[in-house]
């Protein structure tokens, strides 16, 4: 796999200059109008990404924090497939081509690329960007209505990424399928927020009822363990801000927390994580605690401490949203699984 930081570092110079020109107030309140959207909910007829000025708001502002989500995600499926890698992609609402470019930064070598989006100021706008990616340089960036009326070219990967809370609820079953009908393995991914995670859950069950198995973060491919309205699923990925992050929100630090709930299926078996840490591990004295997603479709909390030896060690390293215990680097034999 390629190391994910030199592309996120092409990605942030290929964005750097975008906003030349543009007045910041008007940077500024197009960055606003598009968290409002994020947050909330806009209907199937009018695209977010409406022209030049929010195409550059949101690729500046919003890209880099798209790119580590997805990657994320698509880091969980290739451990999950370590001898898999897509022949093909299809980004499905992929606006300026963020989750193109995570694909890029997971599986090593160029492949077939199709970017579906119904803004075309988005999709010539991730033309321009995509210049600065060798492996992008023959992407096709096409326009599509992302709903109903979508069809799909068969392909080895569809992503749908921070697409499917711009859809009614018919267009995202529709989506869904489409994607299932055309792909070996599909990544959804949506913000880390309620409304998002019951999104993916309900693009998780579709992706189930067809057949598929699920690679990431669930360790088991059987109903989701959390009682719905009680808590929602989600991870965390750190992205540097730019200056226009500072800019809107304001803020001394020079990073910010990206929450995101996702799912990644397959048509052709994996091996999930044994078990998921789906909260931030709590170091205590002498102990780490672990809020685990477990196969037995349980969550639970499991308390590691130094009579564990090494996994103890694993244990204080461990990071939200890692699989527990540690996938092992490839050793010529199986080693005894360890009770904790």
Request: glycine content about 8%.
């Amino acid at each position: 796999m390629n190391d994910p930081v030199p592309a996120s570092e092409t990605l942030r110079a290929a964005l750097a200059g975008l906003l030349d020109g543009l007045p910041p107030r008007q940077a500024a309140g197009a960055v606003e109008r598009l968290i409002a959207n994020y947050r909330g909910s806009t209907p199937t007829h009018a695209p977010v990404l409406r022209d030049r000025a929010d195409v550059a708001a949101y690729a500046a502002y919003r890209m880099p924090a798209t790119f580590e989500a997805v990657r994320s995600a698509l880091t969980a499926l290739a451990a999950a497939a370590p001898g898999w890698a897509p022949g093909s992609h299809v980004d499905v609402g992929g606006g300026t081509g963020a989750a193109t470019w995570a694909v890029g930064a997971t599986w090593e070598g160029t492949r077939p690329v199709t970017v579906l989006d119904w803004a075309e100021p988005a999709l010539a706008l991730g033309r321009e960007i995509a210049a600065a990616h060798p492996d992008l340089a023959d992407a096709r960036w096409q326009h599509a209505r992302i709903g109903t009326a979508l069809t799909l070219d068969a392909t080895d990967l569809v992503t749908v990424s921070y697409v499917l809370g711009e859809l009614s609820e018919a267009d995202r079953t529709a989506v869904v399928d489409a994607a299932a009908a055309a792909a070996q393995a599909v990544v959804v991914v949506e913000p880390g927020t309620p409304d998002g995670y019951a999104r993916v859950i309900e693009a998780r069950d579709r992706l189930i009822g067809a057949g598929f198995h699920v690679a990431a973060p669930c360790p088991h491919s059987a109903a989701c363990p959390i009682v719905p309205g009680t808590d929602w699923c989600h991870f965390s990925a750190r992205v540097s801000r730019s200056s226009l992050h500072r800019q809107v929100k304001g803020g001394s630090l020079a990073y910010e927390d990206e929450k995101f709930s996702y799912v990644a299926a397959t048509r052709f078996p994996v091996a999930p994580a044994p078990a998921r840490v789906i909260r931030r591990p709590q170091i205590r004295k002498g102990q780490v605690l672990l809020d685990l997603c477990e196969p037995d479709e349980q969550l639970r909390r499991r308390t590691v401490t130094k009579r564990h030896g090494d996994l103890y060690k694993a244990a204080r390293d461990a990071d939200w949203g890692d699989a527990w215990p540690p996938r092992p680097p490839a050793p010529p034999e199986a080693d005894t699984p360890q009770a904790y």
